[in-house]
């Protein structure tokens, strides 16, 4: 299971650290990947980390302002955000894929296992 934590209202140009909880003891087999939601738009995919954490992948809408990363001892992974914009604001969510080492991208609806969604808002 996932738990997306950290979402929150926040001011444009602020920052927010999202969390990404696992419980079972596989969670370094695992990529992980951050989607969100607005409001009657589609699920859009924001990033995604490797199982080692040496490749990171990102949207483009948040390129340069959102950093992924991974602590596998403690099998949580994070998404840092700063520099929010009002166009950020959706529920965000966490997804796993297991893959074998040297897979270090997958597709968008490969993803097997989802957090609830965590929401965050950014007021201009």
């Known amino acids: 299971q996932l738990q997306a934590s950290g979402g929150g209202l926040v001011q444009a140009g602020g920052s927010l650290r999202l969390s990404c909880a696992a419980s079972?003891?596989?969670?370094?087999?695992?990529?992980i990947g951050w989607f969100r939601q607005a409001p009657g738009k589609e699920r859009e995919f924001v990033s995604s980390i490797s199982r080692s954490g040496g490749t990171t992948t990102y949207g483009d809408s948040v390129k340069g302002r959102f950093t992924i990363s991974r602590d596998n001892d403690k099998k949580t992974a994070y998404l840092q955000m700063n520099s929010l914009k009002p166009e950020d604001t959706a529920v965000y969510y966490c997804a796993a894929k297991m893959v074998i080492l040297s897979v270090t991208r997958v597709e968008n609806n490969e993803f097997d296992y989802w957090g609830q969604g965590t929401q965050v808002t950014v007021s201009s």
């Open positions: 079972g003891p596989l969670f370094s087999r695992y990529l």
